[in-house]
């Protein structure tokens, strides 16, 4: 058995070079009259006393085994807070609409790491190991600069259609989902929201943290069996408690934007028209529907388990080939994904830009995973 205790202070500097400089974008504008002219205005707001975020980390842990070290098992307590967090603010469209960095705020990471290893038979010509690797994770916004009525938003998935989709609040995760609650549809097939502040409108301020990307709880799980010449591997991968906002299923299913017609199946056969008051969706004849797409409505349980990777080898030896010990081996990655989620893929990412912590639940048809097969030789003369 032994006992194991670490702490230490990480600095972070994971920004886009020049991003604290004040850079100019071209724009164009006019007179009143049809022709366009060049211009230049603000587009990142210079700031220079940007610091790097630091994040302390303190772990304890306990590593033992049993049975002649045939089951071993290892548990690790983390605690991890950011303070300084790096985080990107945009000025209101009334005052130019730029963004610029800033060092704002306290993120913290607490949770448990747990790791099994079992050599669960040992025969002569059989054997059977196993290892189970499992996270449970706490993530949450202690505090912002503008104290506990500060937030700061996410991007705009779809400006004009799709309203900012995510916030960073104290109090909840990174990666948290603002929105309206759906309610069902009215009598006359029309989407309908809870009035949170009872004004009798629908508007922003009805809007509040309805789900987050971050999951509670991670798996994954290896096993390696033997049978003389042959070699099987299957690793598995999981993770419970993340939600997902699937836009592109609110595209297919909503009358907006450049979205004017129906391509979802669902939607056109199970509609209001179609089925009345028991549908999700409302009918197609209905006018003056409130599409919200960011709402409980399209945000779904993102939990999943999937074989991630399955691979089969048989070993000849020197002695049969005589020329060289060659390995045959067979594998296939994503080879199924068992989730309730509707969308292409549970974990696909959609953003790639600064905020893709922040917008890492947003789904806009991102690629899924391939599945792939592999066939590999290997030869040792």
Request: charged share 20%.
């Given at each position: 058995?032994?006992?194991?205790a670490?702490?230490?202070?990480?600095?972070?500097?994971a920004?886009?070079?020049?991003?604290?400089?004040?850079?100019?974008?071209?724009?164009?504008?006019?007179?009143?009259?049809?022709?366009?002219?060049?211009?230049?205005?603000?587009?990142d707001i210079?700031?220079?006393?940007?610091?790097?975020?630091?994040?302390?980390?303190?772990d304890?842990g306990?590593?033992?085994?049993?049975?002649?070290?045939?089951?071993?098992?290892?548990?690790d307590?983390?605690d991890k807070?950011?303070?300084?967090?790096?985080?990107?603010?945009?000025?209101?469209?009334?005052?130019?609409?730029?963004?610029y960095?800033v060092?704002?705020?306290?993120?913290?990471?607490?949770g448990?790491?747990?790791?099994?290893?079992?050599?669960?038979?040992?025969?002569?010509?059989?054997?059977?190991?196993?290892?189970?690797?499992?996270?449970?994770?706490?993530?949450?916004?202690?505090?912002?600069?503008?104290?506990?009525?500060?937030?700061?938003?996410?991007?705009?998935?779809?400006s004009?259609?799709?309203?900012?989709?995510?916030?960073i609040?104290?109090?909840?995760?990174?990666?948290?989902?603002?929105?309206?609650?759906?309610?069902?549809?009215?009598e006359?097939?029309k989407?309908?929201?809870?009035?949170m502040?009872?004004s009798?409108?629908?508007?922003g301020?009805?809007?509040?943290?309805i789900g987050?990307?971050t999951p509670?709880?991670?798996?994954g799980?290896?096993?390696?069996?033997?049978?003389?010449?042959?070699d099987?591997?299957?690793?598995?991968?999981g993770a419970?408690?993340?939600?997902?906002?699937?836009l592109?299923?609110?595209?297919m299913?909503?009358?907006?934007?450049?979205?004017?017609?129906?391509?979802l199946r669902?939607?056109?056969t199970d509609?209001?028209?179609?089925?009345?008051?028991?549908?999700?969706?409302?009918?197609?004849?209905?006018?003056?529907?409130?599409?919200?797409?960011?709402?409980?409505?399209?945000?779904?349980d993102?939990?999943y388990?999937?074989?991630?990777?399955?691979?089969?080898?048989?070993?000849?030896?020197?002695k049969?080939?005589?020329f060289?010990?060659?390995r045959?081996t067979?594998?296939?990655?994503n080879l199924?994904?068992?989730?309730?989620?509707?969308g292409?893929d549970?974990?696909?990412t959609?953003?790639?830009?600064?905020?893709?912590?922040?917008?890492?639940?947003i789904?806009?048809?991102?690629?899924?995973?391939?599945?792939?097969?592999?066939?590999?030789?290997?030869?040792?003369?």
């Amino acid at each position: 058995m032994k006992l194991r205790a670490s702490f230490g202070i990480v600095g972070n500097q994971a920004i886009d070079p020049y991003s604290t400089l004040g850079l100019m974008t071209q724009t164009k504008y006019n007179f009143g009259t049809s022709s366009d002219y060049v211009g230049y205005w603000a587009n990142d707001i210079a700031t220079p006393e940007l610091t790097w975020e630091k994040t302390r980390q303190f772990d304890v842990g306990l590593d033992f085994s049993m049975f002649n070290h045939r089951l071993s098992m290892s548990v690790d307590y983390f605690d991890k807070r950011t303070t300084d967090a790096l985080l990107k603010k945009t000025m209101p469209n009334y005052k130019g609409g730029a963004s610029y960095w800033v060092n704002d705020g306290e993120i913290s990471n607490r949770g448990v790491d747990i790791s099994l290893t079992a050599h669960l038979i040992q025969h002569k010509n059989f054997t059977w190991s196993t290892t189970v690797n499992g996270t449970y994770l706490k993530n949450r916004v202690e505090k912002l600069a503008g104290g506990e009525n500060d937030y700061f938003f996410g991007s705009k998935p779809a400006s004009g259609m799709v309203d900012e989709a995510s916030i960073i609040k104290p109090g909840y995760a990174i990666g948290s989902f603002y929105g309206y609650i759906w309610t069902g549809l009215d009598e006359s097939g029309k989407d309908t929201y809870q009035d949170m502040d009872n004004s009798g409108t629908i508007d922003g301020s009805d809007r509040r943290v309805i789900g987050k990307a971050t999951p509670d709880f991670t798996v994954g799980w290896n096993n390696t069996l033997t049978y003389k010449n042959w070699d099987l591997n299957l690793f598995f991968n999981g993770a419970f408690g993340a939600d997902r906002l699937n836009l592109a299923r609110f595209t297919m299913a909503s009358m907006v934007g450049d979205s004017r017609f129906i391509t979802l199946r669902e939607a056109y056969t199970d509609n209001f028209d179609k089925v009345g008051q028991s549908a999700i969706y409302p009918g197609l004849k209905v006018a003056g529907n409130n599409y919200q797409a960011v709402s409980t409505k399209w945000v779904e349980d993102a939990s999943y388990v999937r074989l991630e990777n399955i691979s089969l080898s048989y070993n000849l030896s020197k002695k049969v080939t005589k020329f060289a010990d060659i390995r045959l081996t067979l594998s296939c990655q994503n080879l199924f994904t068992i989730t309730g989620y509707k969308g292409m893929d549970p974990v696909g990412t959609t953003f790639s830009n600064d905020n893709v912590d922040v917008d890492a639940g947003i789904d806009m048809g991102a690629y899924p995973t391939p599945r792939t097969f592999t066939f590999g030789v290997r030869m040792n003369f």
